[in-house]
C-alpha cells in the first residue's frame, strides 16, 4: 500500500488556536504495508449467536428517545442563531437581532445536532471519519458480538502486528439490557520480527451500543514495538442507566493513537475512562476523548495518568460536552503527568463545554516532575533522582503487568519491559504483591 | 406552585449609551485599500517607513482568512466599516479647550473627575484621535513620559525607540486582526518610565468610539525600564447602534528587570462591537506584569492578554473577569509563554453568562524547554446563571522543560444549593444569599481594580436578584 496521511484526525470539538499544533492529529501510514498480521476473538459462541447489527440498536433507542421527546418549542437564542447562522449583517450593514449571539462554528454545530436529536447522524468516534474509514477498510467485514439479557460473558480479542503490514480488526458490540460484557483488547507486536525498527501498523475499531443498565468494561492494551503504527477508535453510545468502564494501558508502539467518544445519550448513564500511558525514546502519544452528555444526570470522569522520558511526546485532548438538557449531569477531567527527562513535548488540552445550568464540569491537571518531598523521602532511603524517576517508569510497568486482564497482556508488558527497562523482573514484582 | 427561578439583571448600560453628532467630523470612505491607508497615513505627517509598513500590513491582512475556531464575525463587513474619523478638534492639554459635547462625554464618563481626584495623567480618545493629553508636572520631573504614540512619532527623540518596538511584540503576521491593526491604526498612547522610577499614582488612556458604523484602532506603547513601576488603566465605552462598529487596538508592553506594570482594563464596548484587542507584554529578569481585566461589552469579543516571560524569574499575573449577556458571545482569556528558567505565572478567572450569553475562558501557557524550574497555576471557574447560555473553557497547556510544576483547576456550573441553603439557614433570603454569592464570585477582580473602577465593576454588574420564590 502506498503511503497515506489521515488529516484532521482525533480533532478537538472545539477546536483552539492553530499555532499551538493541538487541534487535531496527522496520521502517517507508512507505505509499504501488506494487509497481513493476525487478530484472534476468544468469544464464547453465543456472543456471536446473539449479535445484532449496531445500526439496528440505535434505530430502535431513536424510537424510543423521539417517543419521550416533547413537542415544545424551544426559542432560546442560541437556536436561533444556528437557524440564521450566526448573525450576518445585510446588505446595509445592519446586524439584526442583537439578542441573537454570533456562534462559532462548533457551537453552531452542538446547537444543530440538540435540534436534530438524530443518534445515527451524532454518532463518532474518538479519531474521526476518516480514520474509522481507514480501519474498517483494513479490516474487512466487522465482527458482531452481543450479549444475551441479564448474562454476563467476556472477550478478548488480539491484533497481532507483523513486520511491514497492517493489521486490524473491526468490532461492533451491543449489550443487550441489564447484562455485562468484559472486552479486551490487545494491540501487539512481538518480539519475532526479524527487524524490530521495521515499520508496521496494528489498529482496532470498535463499537459499541450500551444497553439500558447494560455494564460494559472495555480494556485496551498496546504494547507494540517501537516501530509500530497503533490505532485505537472508540465509539460508544449509551442508554438508560447503563455504565461503561474503560481501561487504556498504553506502554509501548512508535506512535499510537486513542480516540474515544462516548454519547450518553440516556439517563444515568455513566463513562468512566482510565488512562495509564508510558512513552520513551522517541516514541509519540496521542489521545482524544469525547464524551457528551446528553441524558439527565450522566456521570463522566476521564483520569489519564502518564510518564514521559527520552525525547517522547504526547497530546492529550479530553473534552467534557455537557449537552443543553443533561440537567443534573456530572463531568471531571483529570490528569497527572510526569517529565523524567528534558526533551519531553508534553501538551493538554482539557476542554469543558457547558449548555446546561444545573451541571457540574471539572478539570485539573498536574504536569511535572518527582516531587520534592517524594524525592526527600527517596534520598533518605538511599535512592537518587535519577533512580527516583526510573522507579516511576517501572511502576508503570509493574501496575500494568499486576492488573493485566490475560497472560497475553501480561507477557506483551513483560516483553516491553525486558527492553526499555532491563532491571524490571515481573515475577519479583508478583512476589512482592503477593507478600 | 411552580418555582419561579431568580434572575440577575443584565447589565445597565444606559450610562454609556449616549450619542454625541458627527456634524464637522471628518470621516474616509468606508472599507479598506491601499488609498484609504495612504491617506491615514498622510493626514498625520507620518515618516515613509510607518506609510510603507501600513500598506505591507495591509497586505498580510488580505491574505489571511477569518479565524474559524471563535465566535462567527460574518457580521464584520469591512465595506461597512469606516477605518479613520477625526473629530471636529485637535488634541488639547486643558479640558477648556475640547468641544462642549466631547467634553461632556467624558464628563459623564467620569474622566475629568477621576484626573483630579487619583491619576497621574490622562489620554482620552474619540473615535480615531486623542482630544485630550495631560499629565501632571510631577511627574514630568521624574523624567517620565505620557504621550499620544503619534505626537511621540514626530519627536526625533522618540522615533527611533518606537520604530524600535513598534508592532515587534506583536507583529502584522501575528493574526489577521493584527495585520489591520497595523494598516489602519490610529491615536493611542506612548509611555516611556525611565530606570528607578516609581509613579505613586495610575496613568489612564480613555477610548470611547462615538461614530456609526466605525473602527477604533489605537497602539499603546509603553516601556517601563529596569526597576521602574507603573499602574496603567484603561477604559473604554461607546453608544450602541444597529449595525457593526469595530475595536482593533493593540497594546505593546516592555517591562525591564526588576521592573513592574501593572496593566488593568474595563471593558465596557457596546453590544454592536467585534472587540478583536490584542495585548502582550515582554517582561525581562525578575520583572513582572499583572494584568487586570474585566471584559462585560461586545458583541463578539476575541481578548486574550499575552505573556512572554524572557527573563530570569520574570512573572505574570492574569486577573480576570468575563460578564456574558444576551446576544454576547466573548472568548477571552490569557496566554503565557515561559521562556526562561524559574519563571511563575498565575491565572485566575471568572466567567458569569446569562440570558442566552456565551463566554469562553480560552487559555495557553506554553513552557519552552528553556524555562526549567517553571512553576504556573490557572484557575478557571465559569458561572451559569440560568439555562439559556453557554459556557465553555478550553484551557490548553505545551510544557517541554524539566522540573516544572504546572497545575490546573476549572469549575463550571451554577450557584450550589448547598451555599445557597446555608445562607438562609442564616437568615438571609433567597434572593439575597444568591446575590451575595454571585457578588462574591466577582470579588477577587474587584478587589485588584482601583476603588473607583471596582464601584464601575459593580455598577456593570449590577446583579439585581427579583422574582418570586416558590
Known amino acids: 500500500m502506498d503511503a497515506l496521511t489521515i488529516r484532521n484526525a482525533s480533532a478537538m470539538p472545539a477546536p483552539t488556536w492553530g ?52 413537542e415544545a418549542a424551544d426559542d432560546r437564542a442560541c437556536l436561533r442563531a444556528a437557524k440564521t447562522g450566526g448573525t450576518h449583517a445585510d446588505a446595509d450593514g445592519d446586524l439584526g437581532d442583537l439578542d441573537v449571539p454570533a456562534l462559532s462554528r462548533y457551537q453552531e454545530r452542538a446547537c444543530r445536532e440538540e435540534a436534530e436529536g438524530d443518534i445515527a447522524r451524532a454518532f463518532e468516534t474518538g479519531m474521526g471519519h476518516d480514520a474509522r474509514s481507514y480501519l474498517n477498510f483494513l479490516a474487512g467485514e466487522p465482527v458482531a458480538l452481543g450479549t444475551t439479557e441479564g448474562e454476563r460473558a467476556r472477550a478478548v480479542v488480539r491484533v497481532e502486528g507483523e513486520e511491514r503490514a497492517a493489521a486490524a480488526v473491526a468490532l461492533d458490540v451491543v449489550a443487550a439490557p441489564d447484562s455485562e460484557l468484559d472486552l479486551v483488547i490487545e494491540l501487539d507486536g512481538t518480539d519475532d520480527f526479524g527487524d524490530a525498527d521495521a515499520a508496521a501498523l496494528i489498529g482496532s475499531e470498535l463499537r459499541v451500543f450500551a444497553g439500558a443498565r447494560s455494564r460494559v468494561n472495555v480494556t485496551v492494551y498496546v504494547c507494540a514495538l517501537p516501530a509500530t503504527v497503533v490505532l485505537d477508535d472508540e465509539g460508544y453510545v449509551l442508554d438508560e442507566g447503563a455504565r461503561l468502564t474503560v481501561r487504556h494501558v498504553v506502554l509501548g508502539g512508535g506512535t499510537t493513537y486513542t480516540g474515544l467518544a462516548a454519547d450518553l445519550r440516556a439517563d444515568g448513564a455513566r463513562a468512566d475512562i482510565d488512562t495509564s500511558y508510558l512513552a520513551t525514546g522517541t516514541e509519540s502519544r496521542d489521545f482524544a476523548y469525547t464524551v457528551r452528555h446528553r441524558g439527565r444526570k450522566t456521570v463522566s470522569n476521564i483520569l489519564a ?3 514521559l522520558a527520552g525525547t517522547s511526546k504526547k497530546v492529550l485532548r479530553g473534552t467534557i460536552d455537557l449537552v443543553h438538557g443533561c440537567k443534573g449531569s456530572e463531568g471531571t477531567e483529570r490528569e497527572t503527568v510526569l517529565i523524567a527527562s528534558e ?29 520534592p518531598d517524594q524525592l526527600f523521602y527517596m534520598r533518605s532511603r538511599g535512592v537518587s533522582p535519577e533512580a527516583a524517576e526510573a522507579l516511576f517508569l517501572t511502576a508503570k510497568l509493574e501496575d500494568a503487568a499486576l492488573t493485566a486482564p490475560t497472560e497475553g497482556a501480561r507477557a506483551a508488558v513483560a516483553r516491553l519491559a525486558e527492553r526499555i527497562a532491563p532491571d524490571f523482573d515481573i515475577d519479583e514484582a508478583d512476589e512482592e504483591e503477593a507478600a | 406552585m411552580a418555582k419561579q427561578r431568580t434572575e440577575v439583571a443584565d447589565i445597565d448600560r444606559s450610562l454609556y449609551d449616549f450619542k454625541d453628532s458627527e456634524e464637522g467630523f471628518e470621516r474616509l470612505a468606508e472599507g479598506l485599500t491601499p488609498e484609504i491607508v495612504t491617506e491615514i497615513s498622510r493626514r498625520k505627517d507620518e515618516p515613509d517607513w510607518m506609510l510603507e509598513f501600513r500598506l505591507k500590513s495591509l497586505e498580510i491582512y488580505n491574505s489571511f482568512p477569518d479565524p474559524t475556531w471563535g465566535p462567527s464575525i460574518a457580521g464584520l463587513d469591512m465595506d461597512h466599516i469606516a ?13 477648556e479647550d475640547v468641544p462642549d459635547d466631547i467634553k461632556n462625554t467624558f464628563e459623564r464618563l467620569g474622566i475629568p473627575e477621576a484626573e483630579r481626584s487619583y491619576l497621574a495623567g490622562v489620554g482620552a480618545q474619540y473615535d480615531s484621535e486623542l482630544v485630550y493629553h495631560n499629565m501632571q508636572d510631577t511627574a514630568s520631573k521624574m523624567g517620565i513620559v505620557y504621550s499620544g504614540i503619534e505626537e511621540a512619532l514626530h519627536e526625533p527623540r522618540w522615533e527611533a525607540l518606537i520604530r524600535e518596538k513598534f508592532m515587534t511584540l506583536i507583529p502584522p503576521t501575528d493574526h489577521k486582526f493584527a495585520a489591520l491593526h497595523g494598516a489602519v491604526w490610529s491615536g493611542g498612547s506612548f509611555v516611556y518610565v525611565p530606570a528607578g522610577t516609581k509613579l505613586d499614582f ?50 505593546e508592553l516592555f517591562v525591564g528587570k526588576r521592573a513592574h506594570l501593572r496593566y488593568s482594563t474595563i471593558e465596557n464596548w457596546s453590544k454592536n462591537m467585534y472587540n478583536l484587542n490584542t495585548k502582550r507584554a515582554r517582561v525581562e529578569e525578575d520583572g513582572e506584569i499583572e494584568w487586570i481585566s474585566g ?12 505573556s512572554v516571560l524572557t527573563g530570569r524569574r520574570a512573572r505574570s499575573s492574569f486577573t480576570g473577569i468575563t460578564f456574558a449577556g444576551a446576544g454576547q458571545n466573548l472568548d477571552t482569556g490569557t ?15 471568572k466567567g458569569i453568562s446569562k440570558g442566552g450569553g456565551i463566554q469562553t475562558f480560552r487559555s495557553s501557557i506554553v513552557v519552552t524547554p528553556a524555562a526549567e524550574g517553571a512553576q504556573a497555576t490557572v484557575s478557571c471557574q465559569s458561572l451559569m446563571l440560568d439555562d439559556e447560555s453557554r459556557s465553555d473553557t478550553i484551557p490548553a497547556m505545551d510544557v517541554r522543560a524539566k522540573n516544572v510544576d504546572i497545575g490546573h483547576e476549572a469549575t463550571i456550573g451554577r450557584i450550589g444549593d448547598d451555599k445557597v441553603f446555608y445562607l438562609m439557614s442564616r437568615g438571609i433570603s433567597e434572593e439575597e444569599a444568591r446575590a451575595m454569592i454571585v457578588n462574591g464570585f466577582a470579588n477577587p477582580v474587584a478587589k485588584e481594580l482601583p476603588l473607583e473602577y471596582a464601584v464601575e465593576m459593580n455598577n456593570l454588574i449590577k446583579l439585581e436578584m427579583e422574582g418570586a420564590i416558590g
Not at chain 1, 476473538?41 to 456472543?47: F, G, I, R
Not at chain 2, 529596569?226 to 462598529?245: M, Q, R, T, W
Request: proline share 6%; net charge negative; with cysteine.
Open chain 2, 83 to 95: 477605518t479613520y474619523v477625526k473629530p471636529n478638534t485637535d488634541q488639547s492639554a486643558t479640558w
Open chain 2, 335 to 349: 496566554k503565557v509563554v515561559m521562556a526562561a528558567p524559574d519563571t511563575r505565572a498565575t491565572v485566575e478567572t
Open chain 2, 202 to 251: 495610575p496613568l489612564q488612556s480613555y477610548f470611547r468610539l462615538n461614530a456609526k458604523g466605525a473602527g477604533q484602532f489605537e497602539h499603546t506603547l509603553i516601556i517601563v525600564e529596569d526597576d521602574a513601576d507603573l499602574h496603567f488603566i484603561e477604559g473604554c465605552s461607546a453608544p450602541k447602534y444597529n449595525v457593526a462598529n469595530l475595536h482593533a487596538g493593540a497594546v
Open chain 1, 305 to 307: 495518568n502518564g510518564v
Open chain 1, 343 to 371: 526533551g519531553v513535548d508534553n501538551k493538554t488540552v482539557p476542554t469543558i463545554l457547558c449548555d446546561e445550568d444545573d451541571v457540574a464540569g471539572n478539570h485539573g491537571a498536574t504536569i511535572g516532575h518527582v516531587r
Open chain 1, 19 to 70: 499555532w499551538l499544533k493541538m487541534n487535531n492529529a496527522e496520521v502517517a501510514i507508512p507505505a509499504g504495508l501488506a494487509p497481513a498480521g493476525a487478530v484472534d476473538v476468544d468469544a464464547p459462541q453465543e456472543l456471536f449467536d446473539n449479535a445484532r447489527p449496531f445500526e439496528v440498536a440505535v434505530a430502535e433507542m431513536q424510537e424510543r428517545v423521539d417517543a419521550a421527546r416533547g
Open chain 2, 295 to 306: 471584559s462585560f461589552g461586545s458583541h463578539v469579543g476575541y481578548l486574550y492578554p499575552m
